[in-house]
């Protein structure tokens, strides 16, 4: 067991271990359930007994029987959840034969016991399922409930209290991200769902509703949301429905884990049986609705309840279902509520009855918002998609105009899967909510023109955000020279290093510029600009007051002690670093707040964050790899150099092995059985050490105190926010070496030289030809 609490980069490595146990047997899609059922079958035991020992004291300090103390602890009633015996894990934990059957027994026996909130939720999960002809044995469960037997979930145990959620979520993206294509039908990347929240705002005392819930990241997001704005999230309802009965099963366990016990999440299909109903059987309404429904799906009137949600029917067949989903939100909707749907972008402008759907919401004066996203968002389809967002709030009894926004060119490029930064969600959120028209990016569309343009919702059409073409300068390209007017559309960068625009450039004739002298070659730009004395004055300036901005706020960071202190602690430095840094120029505002977001919500200082505020400055929130490079550096460094060697033995064991290998005369004596030998040698004291690892840190880390561990995480904190503002620096500086560098590239060779250059080489060709005796 370990010793110290549980940080979240801590749980995340063990039930990836967990995950490797099983691996080698099955796909990461069909292990999935095992992890999800053994991580809840941990969690649910471990609180059980922990709250049946706190019971037990406090019966005991009133004075009870031991026999009637014995019978109040085996009541359902006096817990959250109860665990029979079956399902205790300190009877787990001895399982030796038939594991796969037991485990599935005592996941059965622990839903029974709590029909109310575990009804058909784990009875699905089955651990004698068969992957190809052969099922897992029991040496293999035996590993994987051993290593669980590792992993203390406790309350007490975690460093904050939603850890275990955050644990469930990262899991559930793990799934999602080796599922690839499939990944989508259970998961939104919370970049997207990120925005949607920002898009709905939801505040406290509300309901909200997804009606194709997944595994529930949206309404998650949703309560967070709630909490980051300094909202009261116990009066949120939430409220899903989901047709795939293993995702629902995974929703509901997501919201158990963090502690959301009246969730009302429904298992079946929302366009055919609507399951939120009143009481006297009408749909029930909500705040606000969120949603990304599955793309281009057919459906059947054929046994469908509630027809009247649907104004327009769409096709049943043709796969353009899409519309059905956004009227049965609209329906579900309160009079004064918002919703936020993505779509594909094919709603907006194909004709028959969807342009009839549009025509109809667009007359209600619903449609508040278009929005483009970029392509290679979603898991299994790389086409761009939309938002729709439907306000029934309208000021003034109409909406005469929809904001269209264009934001498909702004997004972190990857190698699998595009991303939204921070800055792209607080761009579109606030154009979105203060309505503001951006060139090439964001335009305010009258009713009447959307009428003209006969109900077109092409983003495009409005707001067309096509790079301008490539200017090219004829004059410049025949005599040499560059126009002024290309140096000046650069002014943006010399107005923030200030200097760089004489040390590039001279006077050439009216109108024309030329390179500086000593700029022969375009590698030379690079360097001297990076190294210009503007650049450097103003990225010493950025450091420097980043610096005097963190010293100032440092107390106050240091004061966390409650989650929502956290929450608020970031709204304010959020607002104050903008005000700080928006004068230096470089970063825009969007920027400015993204990158701080970034910082914030990196994979670990957030949760660092939350660990400080439960639980103080604790060693465990340290790396490991920071701790062995401080503490054990001849190690690491032993370490690094036997990983080396060990690369070039092995090369140097496949060259020996092949069939033209001549020996290198530099190590005559080395034979192929000494390389093999060495190899060996070196392969045992890395496997050592990695073996040793995990005891060093161990014991490295109960040396240092509360104040030391505070001192090194405080430092980690700072380190990362002035690379995360740094990276964004170096960004806008790669921009302004490109830009010149495109310059260079277009006007340096003029069309004279080339003829020039053309006229002496067909010169040499015929001398050549002429002493050939070719005539």
């Known amino acids: 067991m370990i010793d110290q609490k549980l940080s979240l980069s801590r749980l995340e490595s063990l039930l990836l271990k967990a995950c490797d146990i ?99 939720v784990l009875k699905s999960i089955n651990y ?37 959620g955050a644990a469930y979520e990262y899991l559930i993206k793990y799934f999602a991200d080796s599922a690839g294509k499939k990944g989508g039908e259970f998961y939104t990347p919370s970049e997207v769902v990120n925005l949607l929240t920002h898009l709905i705002e939801p505040k406290e005392g509300m309901s909200i509703y997804d009606p194709t819930v997944g595994s529930g990241g949206m309404l998650i997001q949703s309560q967070n949301y709630v909490a980051q704005s300094g909202g009261n999230t116990r009066n949120l309802s939430l409220f899903g429905q989901e047709s795939n009965g293993t995702t629902w099963s995974l929703c509901r366990m997501n919201m158990l884990l963090h502690g959301i016990y009246t969730a009302k999440i429904h298992n079946d299909d929302t366009i055919k049986t609507p399951r939120h109903l009143e009481a006297d059987g009408r749909l029930q309404c909500f705040d606000r609705v969120i949603a990304n429904p599955p793309f281009s799906q057919n459906y059947s009137k054929n046994g469908m309840e509630h027809k009247d949600r649907f104004q327009v029917f769409m096709p049943e067949g043709g796969k353009k279902g899409d519309f059905m989903f956004v009227q049965h939100m609209i329906s579900v909707l309160k009079s004064d509520g918002k919703m936020a749907v993505i779509m594909p972008h094919g709603v907006l402008f194909r004709g028959g009855e969807e342009k009839t759907a549009r025509k109809w919401i667009l007359e209600q004066g619903w449609l508040e918002a278009v929005i483009g996203l970029p392509g290679g968002l979603f898991y299994g389809t790389g086409i761009p998609a ?41 761009k579109i959120s606030y154009v979105y909510r203060n309505k503001l028209e951006e060139p090439h990016y964001s335009r305010l569309v009258t009713l009447e023109e959307l009428e003209a343009e006969e109900y077109n919702l092409n983003i495009r059409r409005y707001v067309d955000n096509a790079p301008p073409p490539e200017p090219h300068d004829v004059k410049a390209h025949l005599n040499g020279g560059i126009p002024e007017a290309e140096v000046e559309a650069l002014n943006s960068y010399f107005n923030n290093y200030a200097g760089t625009k004489a040390m590039l450039f001279a006077a050439l004739r009216a109108g024309y510029v030329q390179f500086a002298a000593g700029f ?83 994979d670990t200082i957030l949760s660092d964050l939350k660990s400080v505020a439960a639980s103080g400055w604790g060693a465990n929130l340290i790396p490991d790899e920071e701790i062995l490079k401080s503490q054990f550096a001849d190690l690491l460094d032993k370490h690094e150099q036997n990983l080396n060697q060990l690369a070039e033995a092995e090369a140097l064991k496949a060259e020996m092995e092949a069939e033209d290998y001549e020996p290198d005369e530099s190590q005559p004596t080395k034979t ?13 004291e890395i496997s050592a050490m990695d073996k040793r690892r995990d005891e060093l840190v161990a014991a490295a880390r109960v040396k240092i105190t509360p104040a030391e561990a505070e001192q090194l995480i405080i430092a980690r904190w700072e380190r990362t926010l002035y690379s995360t503002i740094d990276g964004y620096l170096k960004q806008y500086l790669q921009g302004f070496v490109a830009a010149v560098e495109n310059l260079h590239n277009k006007y340096t060779t003029t069309l004279k030289n080339l003829i020039t250059e053309r006229e002496k080489e067909t010169q040499l060709l015929n001398q050549y030809l002429n002493e050939l005796g070719y005539e």
């Open 520 to 602: 022969t070659d375009k590698e030379q730009i690079k360097e001297h600009i990076e190294t210009s004395q503007g650049v450097t004055d103003k990225h010493n300036t950025y450091q420097a007051t980043l610096q005097q901005w963190w010293n100032k706020h440092l107390p106050a960071i240091k004061a966390i002690n409650n989650q929502k202190a956290v929450f608020d602690l970031y709204r304010k430095l959020l607002a104050e670093i903008s005000t700080t840094l928006l004068p230096l120029g470089i970063l825009d505002q969007f920027k400015v707040r993204g990158a701080f977001a970034s910082f914030w919500n990196d």
């Open 22 to 120: 099983l691996r080698g047997n099955m796909d990461a899609s069909e292990y999935k359930e095992h992890i999800f059922g053994a991580l809840f079958l941990k969690r649910l035991s471990d609180k059980f007994d922990a709250d049946k020992a706190k019971l037990a004291q406090e019966y005991a300090r009133k004075g009870l029987a031991d026999d009637l103390i014995a019978q109040q602890l085996e009541k359902p009633a006096k817990y959250d959840f109860f665990v029979p015996e079956r399902s205790r894990w300190a009877n787990i934990r001895h399982l030796k034969k038939d594991v796969g059957t037991l485990l599935n027994k005592a996941l059965e026996a622990l839903e029974e016991a709590n029909p109310h909130t575990l009804q058909d």
């Open 386 to 426: 939309s938002i729709l967002v439907i306000n029934k709030l309208r000021i003034g009894g109409s909406r005469p105009q929809v904001l269209f926004i264009n934001a498909d060119r702004e997004y972190k490029e990857g190698k699998n899967q595009n991303k939204l930064r921070p800055e792209d969600i607080e």
């Open 672 to 684: 192929l059985k000494k390389v093999k030998d060495e190899i060996k040698t070196l392969k045992a």
């Open 128 to 164: 004698n399922k068969k992957v190809g002809q052969k099922t897992l044995d029991d040496g293999t469960l035996v590993n994987f409930i051993q290593h669980f037997e590792k992993i203390p979930l406790r309350d007490e145990d975690f460093e904050f209290p939603d850890l275990m």
